[in-house]
């Protein structure tokens, strides 16, 4: 049972540098989402998608991108990396069938980075 | 806006001890879901319960009990008993459902979470 696989598990970039953190799941879930967690701190919303094709910005969306072009994959888009990015990542997925459900978001094991 | 405020930053116990983690959150939204999620030092989270604000019932499941009171917004958990195991970060969330919506929640609250550390 795969559920939420995130890649890379850790990752150390210089300033200035660009990279795609991955995000799949295998449960079939329509909506996904992407936190970062900071030390100390709880989760924050960067961006979600209620489906393919479909995305939007969540708490602190500045300095990424997404793109949700599949059911299982969102990937997370970091174009020109900055110390404030040094953070837990973590992708999370859920499935909504009727409206007004408080939908239990799954995630992924994190991706920890480094912006140095 | 949405809140969610744990105000125990850590919390150390000895093994076999009962402990509680508050959770305080707040909302002007009358429909709305809280969750608890369990942090183990290997960073992964994992979804421990549900509640609905229409559902005041205490839930219990094994060690792990869940108290849900709307009079004073609170949605403690208690865990008794306690083991080596159960060493993590816990954090409470929240979720609304608008009321001019039928969509369904999308975006987790979480509060800064509480780091029990169970000593053997």
């Known amino acids: 049972n795969a559920g939420v696989t995130q890649t890379p598990k850790f990752r150390i970039l210089k300033i200035g540098q660009s990279m795609t953190l991955q995000c799949t799941q295998d449960?079939?879930?329509?909506?996904m989402y992407w936190y970062r967690q900071d030390p100390g701190m709880g989760l924050k919303l960067i961006y979600y998608?209620?489906?393919?094709?479909?995305?939007d910005k969540g708490e602190v969306p500045n300095g990424y991108n997404v793109s949700r072009s599949t059911t299982e994959d969102f990937p997370l888009r970091l174009e020109l990396a900055a110390p404030s990015q040094t953070s837990v990542y973590f992708c999370?997925?859920?499935?909504?069938?009727?409206?007004?459900?408080?939908?239990?978001?799954?995630f992924g094991a994190g991706t920890r980075l480094s912006v140095l | 806006a949405q809140k969610v405020t744990q105000a125990q930053t850590e919390i150390s116990v000895v093994e076999k001890e009962d402990v509680t983690l508050d959770c305080v959150y707040e909302?002007?939204?009358?429909?709305?879901?809280l969750f608890w999620y369990k942090q183990p030092p290997s960073g992964e989270l994992v979804f421990l319960i549900r509640?609905?604000?229409?559902?005041?019932q205490n839930e219990i499941s094994g060690r792990y009990s869940w108290n849900f009171q709307k009079s004073t917004s609170s949605f403690n958990f208690t865990i008794t008993a306690s083991q080596v195991v159960d060493s993590a970060v816990y954090f409470c969330?929240?979720?609304?459902?608008?009321?001019?919506?039928?969509?369904?929640?999308?975006?987790?609250?979480f509060g800064k979470g509480t780091k029990l550390s169970v000593i053997p």
């Open positions: 999370a997925s859920s499935y909504q069938n009727t409206p007004g459900g408080g939908n239990i978001q799954y």
């Open positions: 449960m079939n879930h329509n909506y």
């Open positions: 998608s209620v489906g393919a094709g479909i995305t």
């Open positions: 909302t002007r939204d009358t429909t709305y879901y």
């Open positions: 509640r609905n604000s229409f559902d005041e």
């Open positions: 969330a929240l979720s609304v459902i608008p009321a001019y919506s039928g969509a369904g929640s999308y975006q987790l609250t």
